[in-house]
């Protein structure tokens, strides 16, 4: 007798609600008139227009792009080459190098911001650009490691040894074979690195300076003073943009699939 129990949809409505409602509500108070949260005043786009005019959130959107495409593109490059380089050594080490490389994104990220923090202190280096770019890069990398990583195992090894066989270099090869069989997997590791990078705030408040804000560390000092919804909209953007990028990187990833 099959199993009708209605448990899995319970809780499957149970998580959806608990999940998702905050972030409806979120986008929704966005376009509350009042100045109030709680207090509902009618559909606007007052906050959305006071966003554009507000030149420290300008500022914090710009630092947060650049940071974004920096670390991504660093981690692009890492992560493809390590990727590419854990094929060619011993099964035994490949494991261990594989876990380790890991760690970034398992590691709690206050945990992640402390060792940043004393490690950049104890080597002198001024807080700012420089170090942030430097913390998002290694906990971006991963996202790009594993991405390339599954595409090369599922690659067939023999396309390129019949390259070699006539006379390509390992140069040649790579550019004419092995990236475009991962490009897609890379692109793919790419926005998602991005979105990370560009959502971050519990590393980049340790390690960032005081004349460099981010648009996520921005957020949480203006939420100190309370929730506006000047704070909603800005939240929305970030979400819209967010879910865009990982859109996008699923629909690559399946492409490749």
């Not at 979120?26 to 786009?45: A, P, Q, R």
């Not at 300008?58 to 590419?84: D, H, Q, R």
């Not at 913390?135 to 599954?150: L, N």
């Amino acid at each position: 007798m099959r199993n009708r129990t209605k448990l899995p949809i319970i809780y499957l409505t149970v998580f959806l609600i608990i999940t998702y409602i905050p972030i409806i509500l979120t986008v929704i108070y966005s376009f509350n008139e009042s100045k109030i949260t709680s207090v509902w005043g009618g559909w606007s786009l007052s906050w959305y227009q006071q966003l554009l005019h507000d030149r420290d959130i300008k500022e914090a959107l710009i630092n947060s792009l650049v940071l974004a495409f920096l670390s991504c593109m660093a981690a692009v490059f890492i992560g493809t080459l390590g990727a590419i380089g854990m094929t060619k050594i011993k099964r035994k080490a490949n494991g261990f190098v594989e876990y380790f490389s890991m760690i970034p994104i398992m590691i709690p990220e206050i945990i992640l911001g402390m060792v940043f923090l004393a490690t950049f202190s104890f080597m002198g280096l001024p807080f700012g650009m420089t170090t942030l770019v430097i913390a998002h890069t290694s906990f971006c990398i991963p996202y790009i490691f594993m991405m390339v990583r599954a595409s090369l195992i599922g690659m067939d090894i023999s396309i390129e040894e019949a390259a070699r066989d006539l006379g390509a270099s390992s140069i040649r090869v790579f550019f004419d074979i092995t990236f475009p069989l991962i490009r897609p997997a890379v692109l793919s590791g790419m926005l998602l690195s991005f979105a990370m990078s560009f959502d971050d705030v519990v590393i980049s408040i340790f390690v960032t300076g005081p004349k460099v804000n981010t648009l996520p560390i921005k957020i949480y000092t203006r939420l100190k003073t309370g929730v506006t919804p000047e704070i909603n909209a800005l939240a929305s953007i970030m979400l819209a943009v967010t879910v865009i990028l990982l859109v996008l990187s699923g629909q690559i990833n399946k492409r490749r699939r």
